[in-house]
């Protein structure tokens, strides 16, 4: 008896190893594609995290190199010819060159500057709301206060990050019509907030 269980056990043995070839075979591609596409993609992945990385150490190189210059001038002029490929690293570039702009008194280039960042849709909210403020500071003495006031009270919506900054600014819109109580008002109310 031992010897017939011993040789089914062998022919059994036999058919799964044959069901496992067969399955393998026809089967086996599949599991081969998946590594493949795995790896491939892990590959690229490094690869584009890389190109992104030195895309960025060379836009910060030129930044830095250009912010060395002394004069405000040449520094402008140098912010101006580098060159960007995100829209993060375009942002940045704008608001120094804006600031580089303000520094050579070409105040209307750098509120143009910092005007095309506040309507770029693809930056986060608070560049945005930074380059906005930025450039209202700078139209002080061109743009009415009405206008002013209506583009800081959009800043100080509540929950605005620069909230507190824009009501400061609505403050002094009210020191400069002449209304001291509401800019005393305002000022309180900023001074309780927490």
């Known amino acids: 008896m031992s010897d017939v269980d011993s040789f089914i056990d062998e022919v059994t043995e036999e058919v799964r190893r044959d069901r496992l070839y067969l399955l393998l075979r026809r089967w086996g591609w599949v599991g081969v594609t998946a590594v493949v596409l795995i790896v491939g993609g892990a590959a690229f992945n490094e690869y584009r995290k890389a190109r992104d990385t030195g895309r960025a150490e060379a836009l910060g190189d030129s ?4 912010l060395a210059e002394n004069g405000s001038a ?3 002029a140098k912010l101006e010819s580098v060159e960007t490929q995100s829209v993060g690293g375009d942002a ?3 608001m120094l060159l804006a600031a580089a702009q303000v520094d050579t008194g070409s105040e209307q280039d750098a509120i143009a500057n ?3 960042i506040a309507v770029q849709g693809e930056l986060p909210q608070i560049y945005r709301d930074m380059a906005a403020f930025k450039a209202l500071l700078l ?4 743009l009415p206060a009405a206008d002013r ?4 009270e959009a800043l ?3 929950g605005a ?9 609505l403050a002094l819109i009210d020191v400069a019509e002449g209304n001291t109580q509401a800019a005393v008002d305002r000022l309180q109310a900023l001074r309780q907030d927490a």
Request: charged fraction near 20%; glycine fraction near 4%; hydrophobic fraction near 45%.
């Open 63 to 66: 930044i830095l190199s250009a």
């Open 74 to 76: 040449e520094r402008a």
């Open 92 to 94: 940045i570039l704008n």
């Open 114 to 116: 910092l005007n095309s």
């Open 139 to 142: 139209q002080g003495d061109s």
């Open 149 to 152: 006031r209506l583009q800081f």
């Open 156 to 158: 100080a919506a509540p």
């Open 161 to 169: 990050p620069l909230r507190l900054l824009a009501e400061e600014q």
